[in-house]
């Protein structure tokens, strides 16, 4: 069974690079069948779509984010990561990692709260 | 981007209830929505996918339908662990685009 598992920092700084981690268990992120992505929701609001990569490297980001973010893999850590860069308070939200499969968020990670403050 | 609206935001309702929610598309999506449920503080779980398959594990009292713009999730006989926020989801093209969110709670 696929478990997925946020690491990060819970507080950054206006201006600064937020970098998240998701560490993959129950599976490699190398499968062919998945993509990996990222969503985040902002406190009381909806969930919006950041991105996600395939172990090639191939990405696909929100073009609302992309000037911002950079979405990376590890295979041989069964890890993939998020970078954003010059947040700010906008970007106060919980970060999920999740598995996608034929475009559909499978499994959750649980989760990392990030608050944007000085 | 492909924007999801739903209705109602939110809506009370009793144990046993027949509850429906609606989600559209600001265009056709064909049948490339997903669901999912949210309990507070707890991450998104996918209930159906492709309109109306149900996931594995979810149980029978769940449905969905439509096709094009107009979409409906049917919870027939409200659980109390029913009780959460839902979500739509189009996967048509990216940026994959969520519906806002129908929050049920207890009448």
């Known amino acids: 069974q696929w478990h997925l598992q946020e690491s990060g920092p819970g507080l950054v700084k206006p201006s600064e690079t937020l970098s998240l981690t998701c560490t993959v268990s129950?599976?490699?992120?190398?499968?062919?069948?998945?993509?990996w992505s990222w969503v985040r929701q902002a406190p009381g609001k909806g969930l919006e779509y950041i991105g996600y990569?395939?172990?090639?490297?191939?990405?696909n980001i929100n073009p609302s984010l992309r000037s911002r973010v950079t979405i990376s893999v590890d295979t041989s850590k069964n890890q993939f990561s998020l970078e954003v860069n010059s947040m700010t308070t906008a970007d106060t939200a919980v970060y999920y990692c999740?598995?996608?499969?034929?475009?559909?968020?499978?499994?959750w990670g649980r989760g990392a709260l990030v608050t944007v403050s000085s | 981007d492909i924007q999801m609206t739903q209705s109602p935001s939110s809506l009370s309702a009793s144990v046993g209830d027949r509850v429906t929610i609606t989600c559209r598309a600001s265009q056709s999506v064909d049948n490339n929505l997903n669901w999912y449920q949210q309990k507070s503080g707890k991450a998104p779980n996918l209930l159906i996918y492709d309109a109306s398959t149900l996931r594995s594990g979810v149980p029978s009292r769940f449905s969905g339908s439509g096709s094009g713009t107009h979409f409906t999730l049917t919870i027939s006989g409200l659980q109390p662990e029913d009780f959460a926020t839902y979500f739509c989801?189009?996967?048509?093209?990216?940026?994959?685009?969520f519906g806002p969110g129908t929050k049920v709670d207890i009448k």
């Open positions: 129950g599976g490699s992120v190398s499968s062919q069948n998945y993509f």
């Open positions: 990569i395939y172990y090639t490297g191939t990405t």
């Open positions: 999740a598995q996608l499969g034929a475009g559909r968020f499978e499994t």
């Open positions: 989801q189009q996967r048509y093209t990216t940026p994959f685009t």
